[in-house]
Each structure stands twice: as structure tokens, then as C-alpha cells.
């Protein structure tokens, strides 16, 4: 069974740090990893979708990598800003399936 | 882009009321979602569509029913309201997933979510 874990639970950060946000997931077969972000009381909000052929994606100071075989994935954000203070999920959907398997996220908080 | 909406963002009723949470996509999109999220549990999948007149339960599908009578409309129904049923409620979708190309490829979508109270 698919499990996705997202370490650390939160994180603290003064402003214009660079940060490594991780997620690990158990099954390597999957078909793609999506990553999100969810402010306090909204919905999730699409960052990055990697596909299980693609080794990262990139959009603005975000960077998504992909490593299938050791079953990890990490987000970078570079030169946080307080404005990046959410919470942060991984999801994947495995080979063969139709669900989308989140982790718990990571809750980050940029100091300014 | 894409866009998902919800009827309400937040939401009161009494125990024992019938609840219509109703979710609404732009993109023709075949798949749409419903999850609840809770404090310690994460996002919890109730219902999920296929496509128009398709429906599956989720992992936690009790005390829940959906319609799907229109491809872009995916309503979450509360039978009978009870107040283990207060929750965040996130309605989702996105683009097929049959056949690998498409799958590899289907970015999901969520809305804002419905903050629901049963007193």
C-alpha cells in the first residue's frame, strides 16, 4: 500500500532563505507527483506535476525533483518570502491506479 | 485556466438536515473528487466520477451520497447531518485518466472549499 510521508511536519524560516521542502512515498511505481499549496481555511492550490519520466520541473523560484527509485521528491523554494508561509503537500498517483495518495504536508512559516 | 467552484465557503446547518454541497468545473473535465480534511487526518477521498452518471465510493463514503447528472457539476450530499460530518470539504477535478499518456499528464484541480459546521 502506498504511503507518502512529508518531513519535516513544519518549518520556520527567515526571510530570503533558501528552503528543501521533502516528501518520500513507499511504492516507486507511480505515475506522476504533484505538489501543492493550501493557505489557512482554502483549498489546494496546483504547484508543480511531475511526470514518473520527468526528473524535475521548474516554475519561478519553485523547483520540483523527482527520484523514482529511491521513492523521494523534494521542493525547492528559493529566497523565501513571507508570502510563502502555507502548508505544502506531495501527492502521487500509482501505476495502474486511479486515487491520489496525499501526504500530510509540511507547514512552513517565512519569517520577515 | 482551470477553475473549480463551490456553492458556499462556509456553511451552518442542525443535525439531521439534508446538506447539498454542490462543485462546479470549467474545464471538461471527465474526474472529479470529493475529500473532507480534518486536523491530524489529512484529506480523507469520499466520492470520486469517472465521467457523467458515474460514481464510486471512496474511503469514506458512509453517511454521503453524490449526483453526477452533468459533466461539470459533482454534488456531495449529506443524507442526514451529524456533527462528526463538520469538516473542510474539497471538491477536485481533472482530465481523464484513461490511457498512460493522459494519466501521466492529469494535473488535479481543487476548489476553495466549504467549511461545514452541523450543530
Known amino acids: 500500500k502506498q504511503e507518502v510521508t512529508q518531513i519535516p511536519a513544519a518549518l520556520s524560516v527567515p526571510e530570503g532563505e533558501n528552503l528543501v521542502l521533502n516528501c518520500s512515498f513507499t511504492?516507486?511505481?507511480?505515475?506522476?507527483l504533484q505538489w501543492f499549496r493550501q493557505d489557512p481555511g482554502k483549498g489546494l492550490t496546483s504547484l508543480l506535476l511531475?511526470?514518473?519520466?520527468?526528473r524535475e520541473q521548474t516554475s519561478g523560484r519553485l523547483n520540483a525533483s523527482l527520484d523514482k527509485s529511491s521513492g523521494r521528491s523534494t521542493l525547492y523554494i528559493a529566497a523565501s518570502q513571507p508570502g510563502d508561509s502555507a502548508t505544502y503537500l506531495c501527492?502521487?498517483?500509482?501505476?495502474?491506479?486511479?486515487?491520489?495518495?496525499f501526504g500530510a504536508g509540511t507547514r512552513l512559516f517565512v519569517k520577515a | 485556466d482551470v477553475k473549480v467552484t463551490q456553492s458556499s465557503r462556509y456553511l451552518v446547518k442542525r443535525t439531521g438536515e439534508k446538506v447539498f454541497l454542490e462543485c462546479v468545473q470549467d474545464?471538461?473535465?471527465?474526474?472529479m473528487f470529493w475529500y473532507r480534511q480534518d486536523p491530524g487526518l489529512g484529506l480523507r477521498l469520499i466520492y470520486f466520477?469517472?465521467?457523467?452518471?458515474?460514481?464510486e465510493k471512496g474511503d469514506i463514503p458512509e453517511g454521503y451520497s453524490v449526483s453526477r447528472e452533468k459533466k461539470e457539476r459533482f454534488s456531495l450530499i449529506l443524507e442526514s447531518a451529524s456533527t462528526n460530518q463538520t469538516s473542510m470539504y474539497l471538491c477536485?477535478?481533472?482530465?481523464?485518466?484513461?490511457?498512460?499518456?493522459?494519466?501521466?499528464?492529469?494535473?488535479?484541480?481543487f476548489g476553495p472549499g466549504t467549511r461545514l459546521t452541523v450543530l
Open positions: 474545464m471538461d473535465h471527465e474526474n
Open positions: 466520477s469517472y465521467d457523467v452518471k458515474m460514481k
Open positions: 511531475i511526470q514518473s519520466s520527468q
Open positions: 477536485a477535478s481533472r482530465i481523464t485518466a484513461r490511457g498512460n499518456f493522459r494519466i501521466k499528464n492529469n494535473e488535479q484541480f
Open positions: 511504492d516507486s511505481a507511480i505515475y506522476n
Open positions: 501527492a502521487v498517483i500509482n501505476t495502474g491506479g486511479f486515487k491520489t495518495i
